[in-house]
């Protein structure tokens, strides 16, 4: 018997999951072992989530000017914590620009994270007249400014943004569409390992629920309720991890739904994907395949690697 353990480590900021795989193949002594490593899936894992959320942020920022799965105000509790009212948007519309702005101090967002710094998005490349994301050309992209998350420092090179949908859409019957394209690094703390993430991919996103008019106004006259949002998520990318690992990602229908929350009390804004998978290949090595579920809203996922026969569906996402 041999007992292989593996640290995952964490699959999005500040979450760490650890698991055990247990073999019951006899291997000479001389044998290579196979590497079973999942050490590699939590950089690329940092990338996702930051994406996804500086894309999040954005997006309801300019429809609503407000960010209410994220801004706090002054009567919000974070985990039982009175939380700091932060983030101050600023839009500049002649300019066509606006800012997210965290302050110099971190502070706690109603999903549980703590950030500081700048976020600052320009929609002046938005075609078709469009002023708003739910409409077809509008076009976005984002760049950051001393922007930290839980003591990782993002560094947004570019991230661009754009509504892909055709224009006179019929709603109840066309999903809203967006594709983007992102080149993001991550520096990691010395409490997480030290070392840079570099995170290359491409999306398209799809508003599944456009047909549901308390999400999205038929009529194309008021902001989508991003409260309400159920996003699909397909694409590729590639990168390198904080050790130098070089790999390539492939993502197959995640679905991130705003009214997910498995943890109502501690972390009330944090939605995370409940179904899809995300195949992660490092330079060199078998693939390593995250497979978020059927549809459950938990923090759940089974992680394996296919060409050992490993699985194993207990890890679970802090």
């Not at 996804?52 to 919000?76: C, F, I, Q």
């Not at 702005?101 to 929609?123: E, M, Q």
């Not at 070089?246 to 498995?262: E, H, K, V």
Request: net charge neutral; proline share 6%.
């Amino acid at each position: 018997m041999k007992t292989n353990q593996i640290l995952i480590g964490s699959l999005t900021l500040g979450m760490i999951a650890l698991m055990t795989i247990t073999g019951c193949k006899k291997k000479d002594k001389n044998e290579a072992q196979p590497d079973t490593s999942y050490e590699y899936v939590q950089d690329n894992n940092l990338g996702e989530i930051t994406n996804n959320d500086v894309g999040n942020m954005g997006m309801e920022a300019k429809e609503n000017g407000t960010l209410s799965n994220y801004r706090v105000t002054d009567n919000t509790y974070v985990g039982g914590i009175a939380a700091v009212p932060c983030a101050t948007i600023t839009l500049d519309t002649s300019a066509k620009t606006f800012t997210v702005d965290f302050g110099a101090t971190p502070c706690l967002g109603k999903d549980g994270r703590n950030r500081s710094g700048k976020l600052i998005y320009n929609y002046s490349a938005s075609t078709n007249g469009a002023k708003w994301p739910r409409q077809p050309g509008f076009s976005i992209t984002s760049t950051s400014q001393n922007y930290v998350v839980d003591s990782y420092t993002v560094n947004i090179i570019n991230r661009t943004h754009t509504n892909t949908t055709p224009v006179g859409f019929n709603p109840s019957t066309t999903n809203i569409t967006w594709t983007t394209s992102a080149n993001i690094q991550i520096i990691k703390p010395s409490s997480a390992g030290g070392g840079t993430i570099s995170w290359v991919a491409t999306r398209t996103t799809e508003l599944t629920n456009t047909n549901d008019p308390n999400v999205y106004d038929p009529s194309g006259n008021l902001p989508i309720a991003w409260n309400k949002v159920i996003l699909k998520l397909n694409g590729s990318g590639s990168g390198t991890t904080g050790s130098g690992v070089g790999y390539t990602t492939s993502m197959s229908n995640l679905i991130w739904d705003a009214t997910c929350t498995p943890d109502p009390i501690l972390r009330p804004y944090r939605h995370p994907f409940k179904s899809g998978t995300i195949t992660f290949t490092p330079s060199g090595k078998p693939a390593r395949v995250i497979d978020f579920g059927s549809g459950t809203c938990d923090f759940n996922v089974c992680v394996s690697i296919p060409a050992y026969s490993y699985q194993n569906c207990n890890v679970t996402l802090p």
